[in-house]
Nanobody, 122 residues
Framework: VQLVESGGGLVQAGGSLRLSCAAS????????MGWFRQAPGKDREFVAA????????LYADSVKGRFTISRDNAKNTVYLQMNSLRPEDTAVYYC????????????????WGQGTQVTVSS
């Protein structure tokens, strides 16, 4: 299983970025997917999750209303649209395959990507 994130970069506060995660090696539509992030010196934290069909989503309180998770099962890709970015959103962002939809716990996710850096300047 391979997950490859892309779309990170440097953006000013208030700006937007769209992250992508391309999956291969599994039947993508069988998997719930999630995004996590890890800032320097901090634990990896849950950001958002999406069900297999894309019909259900879940967000951390810190990003609710600003970030949107979506997926395209025909393209084996999950996205994270990030708007109104803040300096505290600076982190490496990871996508992962979830055991089931709805988990916010890192240990309930397998097959992590290598991460993509997001830096938000003030």
């Amino acid at each position: 299983v391979q997950l490859v994130e892309s779309g990170g970069g440097l953006v000013q506060a208030g700006g937007s970025l769209r992250l992508s995660c391309a999956a291969s090696g599994r039947t993508f539509s069988d998997d719930a997917m999630g995004w996590f992030r890890q800032a320097p010196g901090k634990d990896r934290e849950f950001v958002a999750a999406i069900s297999r069909s894309g019909g259900s989503t879940l967000y951390a309180d810190s990003v609710k209303g600003r970030f949107t998770i979506s997926r395209d099962n025909a393209k084996n890709t999950v996205y994270l649209q990030m708007n109104s970015l803040r300096p505290e959103d600076t982190a490496v962002y990871y996508c992962a395959v979830g055991h089931y939809f709805g988990s916010r716990e890192r240990y309930e996710y397998d097959y992590w990507g290598q991460g993509t850096q997001v830096t938000v300047s003030s």
